[in-house]
């Protein structure tokens, strides 16, 4: 079946980087873009932005941009979401999902990885 | 960015009833708007895309409406597995954004 699995929580100081990966498998890697959103505790869904997995084109949230890079490695199905230069409020649970082509949503999503940020 | 907005932010309705919630884009968007379903602790599950498809197996008593800056998605009998937050979307921009969510819960 279609899933994305993601990989385990991360607990990391201000300051540090945290990359979470995201392995997909049941479809074609490479004919969909995988979307990053987050979710602070108690809060909305942020998107962080996307990738395309068939070459590599990025698009990131304005706030985000120069702290975030997502690449993938098509040989294996994963696409990776690198966040430097964490703070406080990066605390949050981190989604990667499948981007249908044409904006028509995202239709399978991980379950989640938390990235807890603490001193 | 394409700013959205969503309400109400929260409603209590009862099982059966109709339930209507409001999404509007600060620019226009045609009809790249997409609404989803989070439960507590879950990610977000797909309902409708591209403002009024239906996705491969939600329930038909979901529907959407709209296109350019106003679109609505309407629940036309609520059943007690949609006690959940609602949430809009726009992929018009190559920068998505979401809605702040419309939390549904038991009156």
């Known amino acids: 079946q279609v899933q994305l699995v993601q990989s385990g929580a991360e607990v990391k100081k201000p300051g540090a980087s945290v990359k979470v990966s995201c392995k997909a498998s049941g479809y074609t890697f490479t004919s969909y873009g995988i979307s990053w959103v987050r979710q602070a505790p108690g809060q909305g869904l942020e998107w962080m932005g996307w990738i395309s997995a068939y070459n590599g084109n990025t698009n990131y949230a304005q706030k985000l941009q120069g702290r975030v890079t997502m690449t993938t490695d098509t040989s294996t199905s994963t696409a990776y979401m690198e966040l430097r230069s964490l703070r406080s409020d990066d605390t949050a649970v981190y989604y990667c999902a499948r981007s249908i082509p044409g904006g028509n949503g995202m239709d399978v999503w991980g379950q989640g990885t938390t990235v807890t940020v603490s001193s | 960015d394409i700013q959205m907005t969503q309400s109400p932010s929260s409603l209590s309705a009862s099982v059966g009833d109709r339930v209507t919630i409001t999404c509007r884009a600060s620019q226009s968007i045609s009809s790249y708007l997409n609404w989803y379903q989070q439960k507590p602790g879950k990610a977000p599950k797909l309902l409708i895309y591209?403002?009024?498809s239906l996705q491969s197996g939600v329930p038909s008593r979901f529907s959407g409406s709209g296109s350019g800056t106003d679109f609505t998605l309407t629940i036309s009998s609520l059943q007690p597995e949609d006690f959940a937050t609602y949430y809009c979307?726009?992929?018009?921009?190559?920068?998505?954004?979401f809605g702040p969510g419309t939390k549904v819960d038991i009156k």
């Open positions: 591209a403002a009024s």
């Open positions: 979307q726009q992929s018009y921009s190559t920068r998505f954004t």
